[in-house]
């Protein structure tokens, strides 16, 4: 049995597919204007027909970490998968400390095809991926629902229109895009908009030097904002910990976050209340788990991000947050939600503002292979 496992999980093929796929609604962050999000389909094959899949996105374009989509799928096609072509992909820690040595960074990429090894050696087993990485924690994850920088009239509208359908009851709103003192009176009008006690978070990007964010933070916390990501610059660390000490809300650290060196930074530090995690800035589900046990350590929050994924990552990051004791902050899975359509047959299923994990094999998530043409570039 076990010759016949190592067989099957020789890898013989890795393709990707370009997918672009329009949003509901545009999505306005303090740098542009998303109106539609670009998907790396990623395929990994075994030499007897075994398939496992997996996506790579990047949050609507290069604004946010320099990586696009056309570069992602160069760096899998002509760099990452010719490392793996032959290779036994049930050892996926092994061959990713691999590839890490050879080609530094290239975390989207990474986490596009971590993601399809991991689906693949979950259908071998017949084993949900949760399983693979310890079992659950939970069953289901809370689902903040984001919106761009536009309007308060907008705003609350879409928010008012969440909370009576019950389909959300958190919300976290952009910021960072206008003049601060104007955005700051923007988020004041939405939050007098909606009922009192909303958890309402703020999502700077950055866009703020520390002086700015200590004018305007506390007016944020008045007016019921709770949580505040990324107020300053990703470099300016020493900015965001003095942030974190005078802040009555929680300071989120998104962008200063990216791997398990930045987690013991700033965990030792306390440079932030919560850590976001994402599977793609992080390079995939092993990196997440280990930033993950680093903020429960200390002591520290962690919060299920997201790149807006199809069902597909969406499914991945639910196993993995489900498999991590330290996302007690929530989650922000929302990405299918936004998108118009979906690639997969059986999108992932979200009730009473929660998205619920599945049992299926691998990531439990079957490609509609006529969306996937229709979407192909």
Same mark, same amino acid.
Request: net charge negative.
């Given at each position: 049995?076990? %010759?016949?496992? *190592?067989? =099957? ?13 329009? +949003?509901?609604? $545009? ?8 109106? @539609? ?39 899998? =096609? ?15 820690? #092994?061959?990713?400390?691999? /590839?890490? @040595? ?5 975390? #989207? %990429? ?14 071998? /087993? ?22 761009? !920088? ?22 976290? +709103? ?62 300016? /660390?020493?900015?965001?910990?003095? +942030? ?5 809300? &929680? ?5 200063? +976050?990216?791997?398990?060196?930045d987690a013991l930074n700033? !965990? ?6 919560? #850590? %976001?995690?994402?599977?793609? @800035? ?7 788990? =280990?930033?993950?046990s680093i903020a429960e350590?200390?002591?520290? *929050? ?26 007690? *902050? ?30 299926? $094999?691998?990531l439990g998530v079957i490609?509609?292979? &006529? ?7």
């Amino acid at each position: 049995m076990t %010759a016949h496992r *190592a067989q =099957r999980l020789k890898i013989e093929s890795i393709e990707t597919t370009v997918l672009d796929i329009p +949003l509901v609604r $545009p999505h306005v962050t303090s740098v542009g204007r998303i109106e @539609k999000q670009s998907i790396a389909l990623v395929r990994v094959r075994t030499t007897d027909g075994l398939e496992g899949i997996g996506e790579a996105v990047v949050p609507g374009g290069p604004w946010w970490s320099g990586d696009t989509i056309e570069g992602v799928e160069v760096l899998i =096609r002509r760099y990452l998968a010719p490392l793996l072509i032959g290779e036994d992909a049930s050892r996926i820690d #092994f061959q990713f400390q691999r /590839l890490n @040595k050879l080609i530094p960074g290239a975390a #989207f %990429a990474k986490a596009g095809l971590e993601m399809a090894l991991w689906d693949l050696l979950g259908k071998n /087993l017949g084993l949900p991926v949760y399983q693979l990485l310890g079992g659950t924690h939970r069953r289901k994850l809370a689902v903040t629902w984001a919106l761009g !920088a536009d309007s308060p009239e907008i705003v609350a509208e879409e928010i008012q229109r969440k909370l009576a359908e019950g389909s959300h009851i958190s919300f976290k +709103l952009k910021m960072g895009k206008s003049e601060p003192a104007t955005d700051v009176a923007r988020i004041a009008d939405i939050c007098r908009r909606i009922p009192d006690g909303t958890p309402l978070a703020v999502d700077l990007n950055g866009a703020w030097d520390e002086s700015t964010a200590r004018r305007w933070i506390p007016v944020l916390s008045e007016a019921g904002i709770s949580l505040i990501e990324q107020p300053v610059a990703r470099w300016d /660390l020493e900015g965001l910990s003095r +942030l974190t000490q005078i802040s009555t809300a &929680r300071i989120m650290a998104d962008e200063s +976050l990216l791997d398990v060196r930045d987690a013991l930074n700033l !965990a030792h530090s306390r440079v932030a209340n919560v #850590f %976001a995690l994402k599977l793609a @800035k992080s390079g995939g589900i092993r990196e997440v788990q =280990r930033i993950g046990s680093i903020a429960e350590a200390y002591g520290v *929050a962690c919060y299920g991000g997201t790149t807006i994924e199809s069902s597909l990552g969406t499914a991945a990051a639910v196993h993995a947050f489900c498999a991590c004791g330290s996302i007690t *902050a929530g989650t922000e899975l929302f990405g299918p939600l936004l998108l118009t359509d979906d690639i997969v047959e059986e999108p992932v299923r979200y009730s009473d503002g929660y998205v619920h994990l599945n049992d299926g $094999p691998g990531l439990g998530v079957i490609l509609d292979e &006529r969306k996937v043409a229709m979407y192909s570039r």
